[in-house]
């Protein structure tokens, strides 16, 4: 089978981009420019070189624009669309909301002129409830943001950052349900929407020449945890508590995802746990991987304040996958930032 990724020089996307290789799929990377496909098709041939010949990459310019994806879509089995602003160099609210919401409707647009029988988007439990500022409690896939985007409509510019992200993804995967039921007479697709946390864990790109150069969610775990200019209190890190979920625990579900028949029709949460940094610093100090990080009181680090959790059953009942823990998460990304020169 054919699946094209889009965003797939991006750290979700590259992840996803490799494990089909590996699983025997035919693979479609989408990136923005002739040079993002050179760089992708490479890295592409040195980490699967068995499997570089069925891989091919395509230049799609401007998601927005009418048609973006027709070249790419065409001919494919199914899609996983990651490609969506997580960290936008303006801070306008369109320039988080036009590409997410256009790109999603976008690529189901081009789908439907084609025989593509299931349509993969990464959502993000930030179309659930915004964790900054939701209540604490648990949160499910019955539960939509709207908070957000009243927020932005209310605020405009002057929303923060964060709340302008979580609106365009509620936004996107709204605008992707009433597109599908408005078409659901021609489409011969279906769609599933996971809903990640926080997504952390090694690295799939081997060219990443410094932390600087890390996607937004590593870039966060390595200034938090590793950076030597971490905040020095505990407090001072933020989120004081946040939901996380292993990088390769979501490629795995946004791969089933495409497999699963009941995953059709579906929006499902990926999330691992509710997690504070202390217990990252438990989970070095008891697998002995980094002396020079803070020691924590074992007592303590997996007592949470208070917090929202974004509940996993249906991922668990759906995909049935044993997800990696705290322990896992860390030893792996250590010894990824290790091998790379980053940590001693
Ligand atoms: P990355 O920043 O590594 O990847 C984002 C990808 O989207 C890149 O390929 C990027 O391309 C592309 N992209 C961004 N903006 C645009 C745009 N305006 N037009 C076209 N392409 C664009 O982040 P992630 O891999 O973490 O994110 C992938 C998806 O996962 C996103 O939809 C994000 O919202 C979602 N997500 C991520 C979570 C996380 O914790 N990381 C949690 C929940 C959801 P380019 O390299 O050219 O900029």
């Known amino acids: 089978a054919t699946v ?3 965003g797939a020089n991006g750290y979700i996307g590259l992840w996803v981009v ?9 693979v479609r990377g989408a990136v923005r420019s002739a040079s993002k496909v050179d760089v992708l098709a490479e890295l592409v041939a040195r980490k699967q070189p068995e499997a570089r010949h069925r891989f091919k990459g395509y230049v799609v310019p401007d998601i927005t624009a009418p048609g973006a994806f027709d070249e790419a879509v065409k001919g494919a089995d199914g899609v996983v669309h990651t490609a969506s602003p997580v960290s936008p160099p303006v801070d306008d609210p369109e320039a988080f909301i036009k590409p997410a919401v256009e790109g999603t409707v976008g690529i189901l647009g081009s789908a439907l002129k084609t025989d593509v029988r299931r349509i993969v988007v990464v959502s993000s439990i930030a179309a659930i409830a915004s964790g900054t500022v939701a209540s604490p409690g648990v949160y499910t ?3 939509w943001n709207d908070q957000a ?4 409509q209310e605020q405009g510019k002057d929303a923060p950052r964060i709340i302008k992200y979580n609106a365009s993804k509620a936004l996107a995967e709204r605008a992707a349900w009433a597109f ?20 952390f864990g090694p690295m799939a790109d081997d060219t990443l020449p410094s932390p600087s150069a890390l996607p937004a969610t590593p870039s966060h775990f390595y200034n938090m945890i590793f950076a030597a200019d971490r905040p020095a209190a505990l407090s001072d890190r933020e989120p004081q508590c946040l939901n996380y979920v292993d990088v390769r625990d979501v490629t795995e579900m946004l791969i089933r995802a495409l497999e699963v028949p009941e995953a059709g029709g579906e929006r499902i949460v990926a999330n691992t746990q509710a997690v504070k940094w202390e217990e990252w610093l438990l989970a070095n100090q008891e697998l002995k991987l980094l002396p020079s990080l803070e020691t924590v009181d074992p007592a303590t680090a997996k007592q949470l304040p208070p917090h929202v959790f974004y509940a996993n059953d249906k991922s668990k009942r759906i ?6 823990t705290v322990r896992d998460t860390f030893k792996d990304t250590v010894e990824d930032f290790k091998s790379r020169g980053w940590l001693k």
């Open 18 to 26: 490799l494990e089909l290789l590996v699983r025997g799929y035919i």
């Open 180 to 199: 599908l039921e408005e078409h659901k007479a021609e489409a011969k697709f279906d769609l599933c929407m996971i809903n990640p946390s926080w997504v």
């Open 4 to 6: 094209l990724v889009t």
């Open 141 to 143: 896939e019955e539960q």
């Open 319 to 324: 995909f049935g996958i044993e997800l990696r």
């Open 149 to 152: 985007i009243r927020t932005v």
